[in-house]
């Protein structure tokens, strides 16, 4: 299947007619941690089995690697496709799903969220169109995060890693991360995704969805998290590479990195 980031995703065709994707968690520095990012991905489709949350069944579980040579895991497959473009509509509909999510109460705990803008990564881009707004980010960043309410996080929300059938999302993928903490990371994320793929618009409109839904508003340091999190650690090249979309990440940190929120 295309679109695996960390993993290599199988599909699977049974005799009795049902279908399943088997995840193959192949690709570094994923592979070295495949073990707990399948095991969480597993615990946490176990504690959405019950909800109202589109997720997939987990099957089975070859954390170690026994079977597969790397660390696995068999879930059923969603129907859906992912969106070839984000309608008008989606940004809505992401944050209402996405409110289901943060709605769920797990019964086992999950690992308190870890921020992806370490702070090797506070180097201001050479490709910055304003350095300022990286400066104010990364002073940002150093004051600490603010208190928050302790909250189920999918920890990866974006557009890729939703099914849609006719403008329904019919599925959400991909649970290796799932953590707890504030309720705006991953929004944060999910708007960070959208800006650098599409723009400005699509993202903002997200989070005024979002905050509508949940009468809160956005903490500029989780925007600001979030947005920083998406440069490469030194000596890596970004998980994206053309010109546009770094364009568009640069845009929407200067939007973020102010003292109110970017609505």
């Known amino acids: 299947m295309a679109g695996g980031l960390t993993s290599t995703m199988v599909a699977l065709s049974h005799r009795s007619g049902e279908r399943s994707v088997l995840r193959l968690m192949t690709n570094e520095p994923w592979r070295t941690h495949g073990a707990q990012l399948t095991r969480r991905e597993r615990a946490a489709q176990n504690e959405l089995v019950d909800t109202s949350v589109p997720s997939p069944v987990s099957y089975g579980l070859d954390a170690e690697g026994a079977a597969t040579g790397v660390a696995a895991h068999l879930m059923s497959r969603l129907p859906g496709v992912p969106a070839a473009r984000v309608e008008d509509s989606a940004p809505g509909a992401m944050a209402e799903m ?27 881009p050479a490709w910055a169109r304003d350095p300022g707004a990286w400066r104010r980010a990364f002073g940002l960043l ?100 053309s010109a546009g979309e770094l364009e568009r990440l640069d845009a929407w940190l200067e939007r973020v990195a102010t003292s109110d929120p970017p609505l």
Do not use: C, Q
């Open 98 to 124: 996405l409110a289901l999510i943060h709605d769920v109460h797990p019964r086992e705990p999950f690992r308190e969220y870890e921020s992806w803008a370490w702070e090797a990564k506070w180097e201001v």
């Open 142 to 241: 150093a004051e600490g995060p603010p208190s928050y309410d302790t909250t189920f996080l999918h920890r990866d929300f974006s557009h890729r890693n939703l099914l849609w059938i006719d403008g329904r999302i019919s599925g959400v993928v991909d649970w290796v991360e799932t953590s707890t903490g504030p309720a705006w990371l991953d929004a944060a994320h999910a708007a960070t995704n959208l800006a650098v793929a599409y723009g400005a618009e699509p993202a903002l409109s997200f989070l005024r969805a979002y905050g509508a839904l949940t009468g809160t508003r956005p903490e500029p340091y989780w925007l600001v998290m979030d947005a920083v999190g998406f440069l490469p650690a030194p000596g890596r090249s970004p998980l994206f590479g």
